[in-house]
T-cell receptor
Framework: EPEVTQTPSHQVTQMGQEVILRCVPI?????FYWYRQILGQKVEFLVS????????KSEIFDDQFSVERPDGSNFTLKIRSTKLEDSAMYFC???????????FGQGTRLTVV | GESVGLHLPTLSVQEGDNSIINCAYS??????FIWYKQESGKGPQFIID?????DKRQGQRVTVLLNKTVKHLSLQIAATQPGDSAVYFC???????????FGTGTSLTVIP
């Protein structure tokens, strides 16, 4: 069964450092997403990506964040100058079309120390 | 922001009983809803969806009911099993884009 895969599963970084979270969406999907879940809280939308550009982003997704699809299979989230409050689970998701169910990866747990 | 909330943060049921998880949403323009299941340490897993032109949809052991009049969504799980223990989220799409707004989640515990 096709699935979204994310690496690494856990990333520890020092405050102020840059991190790149990696995702391989389901191969025939066209829409890609990043969501975040702070421990014990709800899943929050960060950004959606379609046709090699950002289609939507939330207030959370400020200049500190960027996304890229560097090749035909990977989708990355870069967080520059990480802050303590960036510590969370980051989920990548993909869908075959807009406004249909998104399939989520297992998440990357980011810990900023 | 939009509000998608859950009435109960926790729910415990006996194995074999039916479970009902509720969700309230605030935006009458929302036209697509999904229930996700999240097990510990894993990502949200799609369970079932429903569009606003329907009021009921059934899957395997699960049924989603949508009441647009009171902006309420429920997930019914028949013959609940220990493997159903997880946090359940409803997610709402406003119909104007691709993003979903998630509720805070209900933790379901199935007692053997």
């Amino acid at each position: 069964e096709p699935e979204v895969t994310q690496t690494p599963s856990h990333q520890v970084t020092q405050m102020g450092q840059e991190v790149i979270l990696r995702c391989v969406p389901i191969s025939n999907h066209l829409y890609f997403y990043w969501y975040r879940q702070i421990l014990g809280q709800k899943v929050e939308f960060l950004v959606s990506f379609y046709n090699n550009e950002i289609s939507e982003k939330s207030e959370i997704f400020d200049d500190q964040f960027s996304v890229e699809r560097p090749d035909g299979s990977n989708f990355t989230l870069k967080i520059r100058s990480t802050k303590l409050e960036d510590s969370a689970m980051y989920f990548c998701a993909s869908s075959g079309s807009g406004n249909t169910e998104a399939f989520f990866g297992q998440g990357t747990r980011l810990t900023v120390v | 922001g939009e509000s998608v909330g859950l009435h109960l943060p926790t729910l415990s049921v006996q194995e074999g009983d039916n479970s009902i998880i509720n969700c309230a949403y605030s935006n009458s323009a929302s036209d697509y809803f999904i229930w996700y299941k999240q097990e510990s340490g894993k990502g949200p897993q799609f369970i079932i969806d429903i569009r606003s032109n329907m009021d009921k949809r059934q899957g395997q052991r699960v049924t989603v009911l949508l009441n647009k009049t009171v902006k309420h969504l429920s997930l019914q799980i028949a013959a609940t099993q220990p493997g159903d223990s997880a946090v359940y989220f409803c997610a709402e799409n406003l119909g104007t884009g691709n993003q979903f707004y998630f509720g805070t989640g209900t933790s379901l515990t199935v007692i053997p």
